[in-house]
Every structure is written in C-alpha cells, then in structure tokens.
C-alpha cells in the first residue's frame, strides 16, 4: 500500500509591515504637498552623505598633509612596516567600513521616520 506524498509547504521568512497605497498617495499623485515631503527627504539624506564624506575627508584625505606637515611621521616603522603604509593600506578599510555601516544605518533611520512621519498625517 503507498501513501500519498505529503504536501509541499513554502518556507518563507518573517512577514514584513506592509506599506498602504494611501499612505504615498500624496507623493504618487506628484501633489505639492507630496513634493514637500519628498524634498525634506532627500535634503535630510543629502546632510547625512555630506557628513560622512566630511568625516572621510577629515580623517582619511588629511593623512597625506599630516604626513606632509611633519616628515618624521613618514620615516616611523611600526612592526617594521612604515607608518604611511600601515595607516593608508590597511588600517583605511576597516574605516571605510564603519563609515559605510553607520551611513547606511542613518539612511534608513531616515526614512523610517519618513515613513513614521507619512503615517501620522495620513491618520
């Protein structure tokens, strides 16, 4: 005697939040109202870039004037590789990537309150 197969389920991961047609209405429609929100959006996301990359800037694009400034940093060794190397080949990416991460984290914050923001007028 055979049994039947049982039937197939779909795994699938965690349900996410839903987002309403009504709560982009404004912003779907092109209305101003809509246009003011997405500005404020965008000008917020705008800040936030302009702050990393002045951060990049501040740290890792003024290694070569620091190295410049005072010579007998470029001369130091340590663990017998030169300072400049250590600093500007190895130690930037790990930087690179907090940077990246905490962009990344404030975007999204950003628009989560965006979003929190949309929800509240809407009701």
Do not use: C, K
């Not at 470029?74 to 690179?96: C, D, I, K």
């Amino acid at each position: 005697m055979s049994q039947d197969p049982a039937e197939r389920v779909r795994v699938t991961g965690p349900t996410r939040r839903r987002t309403t047609a009504t709560r982009t209405r404004e912003i779907d429609a092109g209305t101003r109202v809509g246009g003011i929100y997405m500005r404020s959006l965008l000008r917020e996301q705008l800040r936030l870039a302009l702050r990393v990359l002045a951060t990049l800037f501040a740290t890792v694009g003024s290694l070569p004037l620091l190295f410049y400034l005072f010579p007998g940093l470029a001369g130091m060794h340590v663990l017998g590789v030169p300072l400049s190397w250590l600093l500007l080949g190895v130690l930037v990416y790990p930087w690179f990537l907090v940077l990246g991460w905490r962009y990344i984290r404030r975007a999204e914050d950003n628009e989560r309150d965006f979003t929190d923001l949309i929800e509240e007028i809407e009701r």
